[in-house]
């Protein structure tokens, strides 16, 4: 079985997010894998641009998503019994990005040569597919790495 070093994991604050996170976790701390944890700010939100000037976001968006981003990493970071896994193989992160969500995540998992991105099935959107979501498509369709969907 392939040793995975590097692990990615995206995380929205939803219930398949966080769920995938934390196999990401197990799997990180079986391999001693250093684990990515991110968490994407578009900037283009659903209804219109909050992008502001040059693709930025305005720092009151900015700053409440990264607020309530740093929740969930801590709620994540929680789980681990402290002898389990050094830490400081945890890296997390929150990317704001002109692109999509899924291409966001695509760079960044190629910037970081990453072995494995784990995500779930679906995020907060709520829209439903016949078997993922639309950005779990595509990254298993565009992945330079293998991707495990958790459901």
Not at 35 to 49: A, C, Q, R, T, V
Not at 83 to 107: C, G, H, M, Q, R
């Amino acid at each position: 079985m392939k040793e995975f070093k590097k692990i990615l994991t995206p995380i929205d604050g939803s219930e398949h997010s966080l769920s995938a996170a934390s196999y990401a976790l197990e799997l990180a701390i079986k391999f001693l894998s250093e684990i990515h944890i991110i968490s994407i700010l578009p900037s283009k939100i659903k209804y219109g641009d909050s992008s502001g000037y040059f693709g930025m976001v305005p720092p009151k968006y900015f700053d409440k998503y990264k607020k309530e981003a740093e929740m969930w990493f801590e709620q994540l970071k929680n789980t681990i019994k402290s002898n389990e896994f050094n830490l400081d193989k945890i890296i997390t992160e929150v990317i704001t990005s002109p692109l999509s969500v899924s291409s966001a995540i695509l760079e960044y998992g190629e910037s970081k040569n990453v072995d494995l991105i784990v995500m779930g099935t679906k995020g907060k959107t709520g829209l439903r597919r016949l078997l993922i979501g639309s950005t779990a498509q595509e990254i298993v369709t565009y992945a330079h790495c293998p991707v495990m969907v958790v459901r």
